[in-house]
């Protein structure tokens, strides 16, 4: 499946379309980034998506070969089971309903993906929930472990609670 998505460029378009959803232009600009800086082998890590609702990056991962979880509030929308599915991936996907933010998760996951997410966790200014997230998803990460994180600055660099946090992440 991954020499499919690098090769064929009709299949890589529909699937950046059904990972990004909305904004692709801008967002998918992510995914390159993320590929040509990871230091992970996407084949093999054993991934965390939260806030996933449709279950975008749940798709990337598992289109590069990884294990995901894909998680949100009130778990995954029927669709990101659809969508999944229509790629013949459902085997390397896995389904939960996670806050974010009271996850117990220990040492389990290579990666931590999620894309407009952190903004939406501190809705109203709550930097506590926010901060609760990152601790969460800092102790559900291996060592040496890292997160792929997209979003509007005003979620995520303007609350200064992410800037030591984000550091110690790594
Ligand atoms: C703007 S949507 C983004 C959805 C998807 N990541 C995307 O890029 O299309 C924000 C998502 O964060 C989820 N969310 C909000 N609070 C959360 C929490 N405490 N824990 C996990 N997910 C949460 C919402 O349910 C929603 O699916």
Known sequence: MADTFNH?????????????????????????FWENTTAKDLRTVNALEIGSRNGGLSLWIALRGGRCLCTDLHGPSPRAVEV??????????????????????????????????????GYGNNRQKQQAALNAIHR???PGGGIA???K??????????????????
Request: charged share 20%; with cysteine; net charge negative.
């Open 8 to 32: 064929d460029t009709e299949f890589q378009s529909r699937a950046i379309r059904d990972i990004i959803e909305w904004d692709i232009g801008n967002w998918s600009r992510a995914l390159e």
């Open 84 to 121: 999944h599915r229509a790629y013949n991936l459902s085997q390397s996907i896995d389904y939960a309903v996670v806050d974010a933010a009271g996850m117990e998760y220990e040492h389990k996951f290579d990666i931590v993906l999620f894309k407009s997410v952190l903004g939406g966790i």
């Open 140 to 142: 559900a990460l291996k």
């Open 149 to 151: 994180l997209c979003g």
């Open 153 to 170: 600055s005003c979620g995520i660099t303007a609350s200064p609670v992410f800037a030591p946090t984000l550091c110690e992440l790594g």
